[in-house]
């Protein structure tokens, strides 16, 4: 990855939908050469894909819970993640170093859903042994973005 590859990929976090003429317009080069950088960063698994950021609060789903829950066996952390992560208002589901146990970041519409989530769907999980639920009360950043290298400092130019 070039300096270059860099600067294309700081737009991009920016803003996925920019046109490629633009970007090709920001850092000096074609729009086809541009294209082809981005098709091979995604080729490469560098960019993983895009998406639409909806705001929550048009649907009904503007509650965010923090669900920490403990695992009766470690050998079933990959399988109880994965049984978390198939439900449909879980945004992300980390296993957290120290203990055994998972941390799932959920939307909902408010108590409601989230007790019904717990009791229907989390509790039926056999392998979890226990939960700790946190409520966010205010949420003053969220993002997907990384931080990604300076391209003038970039390992490519050094």
Do not use: W
């Not at 860099?6 to 991009?12: A, E, G, P």
């Not at 039926?124 to 931080?147: C, G, M, Q």
């Amino acid at each position: 990855m070039d300096t270059i590859d860099l600067q294309i990929l700081q737009i991009l976090q920016k803003k996925a939908r920019i046109p490629n003429v633009e970007v090709a317009r920001t850092i000096g080069m074609a729009p086809s050469a541009v294209l082809e950088r981005i098709k091979k960063l995604e080729a490469r698994g560098v960019i993983e894909g895009y998406e639409v950021r909806l705001n929550p609060e048009m649907f009904n789903c503007a509650m965010i819970a923090f669900i920490h829950m403990g695992v009766k066996d470690p050998s079933q952390i990959i399988e109880t993640g994965n049984a978390v992560a198939g439900i449909e208002q879980v945004q992300e589901v980390h296993y957290l170093a120290g203990e055994d146990c998972l941390m799932a970041k959920i939307k909902v519409s408010g108590n409601k859903e989230l007790e019904n989530i717990l009791r229907t769907q989390i509790a039926k999980i056999s392998s979890i042994r226990d939960t700790k639920t946190f409520i966010a009360l205010s949420t003053y950043k969220e993002t997907a973005k990384i931080k990604l290298p300076d391209a003038k400092q970039s390992p490519a130019t050094k």
